[in-house]
């Protein structure tokens, strides 16, 4: 359970979660998008995280890539935290599904 981030951010999330009545933490993110939307999507939540939790990686950020987003080292794969690898091609295969 976490972020992997460690117990001063743990902690941070949890705090935050707790201030605003929530009861569960969320400590990573899949982004099934590519693209200006992802990376709009982690733009936001490095923002929404640095002001809110003190820390821009407090809540870890999966982006999902084609070979083909592999290949051009598409900005939204840089941006996240980590990668999952998803088949090519038409939409059929990957992040529509």
Known sequence: RGNGKGRKFDEAIATFVERYGGSKTIASI??????L???KFIRSIRG?????????RAISLVAMATPEDMRVGAEH?????QI???????NNNNYAN
């Open 77 to 81: 794969i840089r941006m996240a935290d």
């Open 84 to 90: 999952v690898e998803v088949p090519g091609g038409s």
């Open 37 to 39: 939307a992802a990376v």
């Open 48 to 56: 929404f995280s640095l002001k809110n939790l003190g820390d821009e």
């Open 30 to 35: 899949l982004i099934s998008n590519n693209g």
